[in-house]
């Protein structure tokens, strides 16, 4: 069993029987994020789509907290490193390559968007954008991250065969509901789950024009609400 929890944005815990994975834990900052998922007492595994505050800028503290390993593009696990979290907690990637950590089959694929981190030097460059593959046992979970839409999604479906993506919807910085429900035709998945929409105001998708557009392509929409899982 997987269990799925949205903590609004594109902040996602996935939880793996004993193990407690998180996607862009950005938590405190987050203001539609419920305040019961603020302080989580366990994290074993955080994987960071990206440098942007709005997704890394709460990692490096939270796995000093609680002894979590990151796994990011190289560029951003060095700045992990950098930031005081142990080498020995960081596990560098890069798009293409998978780690298998707790039984977990973690694939970094392609995203097109940017990627910085903003350090107390200023804001420095943090490799390449990335989306996020999840497999165990029989469950296979696509996370896109930030991302424009892309014809190689269908490789990724092909090749990854997720029944469940997360994809954005805000529009302006990532694909709206139209180009995120035809992403989720060119992946195959089964179910989508809208993320990274409605936390301000200039991010304006919505799940109803979603919805009706995944319904062109026979998808299911789940939307969670902020706080709110999903079994599968």
């Known amino acids: 069993m997987v269990t799925i929890t949205f903590c609004?944005?594109?902040?996602?815990?996935?939880?793996?029987?004993?193990?407690v994975l998180a996607i862009d834990p950005w938590l405190n900052g987050n203001p539609i994020c419920p305040a019961n998922l603020k302080n989580p007492k366990k994290i074993d595994?955080?994987?960071?789509?990206?440098?942007?505050?709005?997704?890394?800028?709460?990692?490096?503290?939270?796995?000093?907290?609680?002894?979590?390993?990151i796994l990011a593009a190289w560029e951003l696990a060095m700045i992990m490193i950098a930031e005081g979290v142990p080498e020995t907690q960081v596990v560098p990637m890069n798009k293409g390559g998978t780690v298998r950590v707790n039984n977990i089959d973690i694939t970094l694929?392609?995203?097109?968007?940017?990627s910085s981190y903003d350090s107390p030097t200023g804001t420095v460059y943090a490799g390449e954008p990335c989306g996020i593959v999840l497999r165990s046992g029989s469950h296979s979970i696509y996370?896109?991250?930030?991302?424009?839409l892309f014809s190689d999604m269908k490789l990724i479906g092909e090749a990854y065969k997720p029944a469940v993506a997360l994809l954005p919807i805000g529009d302006r910085f990532t694909m709206g509901p139209k180009e995120a429900a035809k992403a989720a035709s060119l992946v195959g998945c089964k179910q989508a789950i809208p993320i990274h929409?409605?936390?301000?105001?200039?991010?304006?998708?919505?799940?109803?024009?979603?919805?009706?557009?995944?319904?062109?392509?026979?998808?299911?929409?789940?939307?969670?609400?902020?706080?709110?899982?999903?079994?599968?």
Do not use: R, W
């Open 143 to 148: 996370h896109a991250g930030d991302t424009a």
């Open 197 to 232: 929409y409605k936390t301000f105001d200039m991010l304006n998708g919505t799940v109803e024009e979603f919805s009706s557009e995944c319904a062109k392509y026979g998808v299911e929409v789940c939307a969670l609400a902020p706080g709110q899982t999903l079994t599968l």
């Open 8 to 19: 609004g944005h594109a902040a996602t815990f996935f939880n793996f029987s004993q193990t």
């Open 45 to 69: 595994i955080i994987v960071l789509t990206h440098g942007h505050a709005d997704h890394a800028s709460e990692a490096s503290s939270l796995a000093k907290k609680l002894n979590s390993t």
């Open 109 to 114: 694929t392609n995203a097109f968007h940017s």
